[in-house]
Nanobody, 120 residues
Framework: VQLVESGGGLVQPGGSLRLSCAASGFTFSSYRMSWYRQAPGKERELVARITSAGDSTNYADSVKGRFAISRDNAKNTVYLQMNSLKPEDKAVYYC??????????????WGQGTQVTVSA
């Protein structure tokens, strides 16, 4: 199982980045996908998530209207389009794959993360 994030980097405030997370080794289309982020000294937080079919999305209040999550099940890839970036968006961004289980213990896979820095 692999989740490989890419697309991070340094961007000026107000700029945009598009993160990608390429999945392999599992049935991508069955998994709910999420993006999390973790800033230095802070807990990891949910940024956005999308259902397995891509028909429903949820966002943290802090990114609503600026970020958009999407997926391409044919390419086994989930994306995070980030617009109007702010310095407080600086963090390591992680993708996560979740397969809900009847037992209540979800099956989760995490990527290694990609750094996003927003600075003038």
């Amino acid at each position: 199982v692999q989740l490989v994030e890419s697309g991070g980097g340094l961007v000026q405030p107000g700029g945009s980045l598009r993160l990608s997370c390429a999945a392999s080794g599992f049935t991508f289309s069955s998994y709910r996908m999420s993006w999390y982020r973790q800033a230095p000294g802070k807990e990891r937080e949910l940024v956005a998530r999308i259902t397995s079919a891509g028909d429903s999305t949820n966002y943290a209040d802090s990114v609503k209207g600026r970020f958009a999550i999407s997926r391409d099940n044919a390419k086994n890839t989930v994306y995070l389009q980030m617009n109007s970036l702010k310095p407080e968006d600086k963090a390591v961004y992680y993708c996560k794959a979740t397969l809900p289980q009847a037992s209540g213990t979800d099956r989760d896979y995490w990527g290694q993360g990609t750094q996003v820095t927003v600075s003038a």
